[in-house]
């Protein structure tokens, strides 16, 4: 009895060695993994964890007694070593999933933003580029709602455009972006697009056409004969704003240019 219950010991002692090792040695395992494996490399997490786990489980329970008890015994314990490990793979890959797909949705709302900015006006390839970065979206996430995702990039997008008109001092084609076509009762630009950012998208197109048709109106009084002094220009000026013919942020924008 007393060598029966010694070899029992020895085995149940070897036994929780070999799961202690087989766990140290499955954390060792993970870090490295995790370290050569990030991203969309990490895809094949969850089938390479198998693999080693199916490997390792054998090689660590090769030194324990061959009989049916042990046996049994090391399944169940292994088993349990596996199972975590399948856990924390499954998790891990997952998360890097993720990590990859909001990676490459950044790059390619950053490349579509960049091109609506740089093809402002033109529409033909503006709306390529909008098919064209859904389509790729769409595919990225095939199971997720973007709804929203495209309303806010729409609206960054509406901004962008918007915003390089300016940048141009193309004003009758920001404000066609902006309220749309005048002859078209059904057009109504960017201004449901923008939503919200609305009011402030257009405070800095009513500023430039402002600008624009102060530069235009002082440009027509600087081309009157030299003779004709700064005095009599802004007496111009004065006669225009007392006729209530043009804005008076205009009339104040074109003394600034003759000044």
């Excluded at 990030?38 to 324990?64: F, I, M, P």
């Excluded at 856990?87 to 949705?105: A, L, P």
């Excluded at 995702?149 to 066609?176: N, P």
Aim: proline share 3%.
């Amino acid at each position: 009895d007393t060598l029966l219950k010694e070899e029992e010991q020895k085995q149940a002692t070897d036994l929780v060695n070999a799961q202690n090792d087989y766990s140290t040695a499955t954390l060792e395992y993970e870090n490295k993994y995790k370290l050569e494996h990030e991203g969309q490399d990490a895809r094949n997490t969850v089938a390479d964890y198998e693999a080693w786990h199916k490997e390792k489980s054998a090689e660590y329970g090769a030194g324990l007694p061959d009989n049916p008890r042990m046996t049994a015994m090391w399944a169940k314990s292994s088993s349990q070593v596996a199972f975590g490990g399948a856990s924390r793979g499954t998790q891990y890959s997952y998360q890097q999933e993720q990590v990859f797909k909001k990676d490459e949705s950044g790059k390619m709302t950053t490349l579509y933003l960049r091109q609506a900015a740089m093809n402002y006006d033109k529409p033909d390839v503006l709306n390529r580029a909008t098919a064209t970065w859904k389509t790729k979206m769409q595919a990225l996430y095939p199971d997720r709602d973007l709804t929203a995702v495209f309303a806010d990039t729409e609206k960054k997008m509406a901004t962008a455009t918007i915003q390089s008109g300016i940048h141009e001092r193309d004003i009758d084609y920001v404000e066609l972006l902006l309220y749309g076509n005048p002859d078209d009762p059904k057009d109504k630009g960017y201004q449901s697009i923008l939503a919200d950012a609305f009011p402030a998208v257009q405070g800095r197109v009513k500023d430039l056409r402002v600008d624009v048709d102060a530069k235009n109106y002082t440009d027509e009084i600087a081309t009157m004969p030299d003779l004709i002094s700064k005095e009599d220009k802004n007496a111009v000026l004065d006669k225009m704003a007392k006729g209530d013919r043009y804005e008076q942020d205009t009339i104040k924008a074109g003394r600034q240019y003759i000044s």
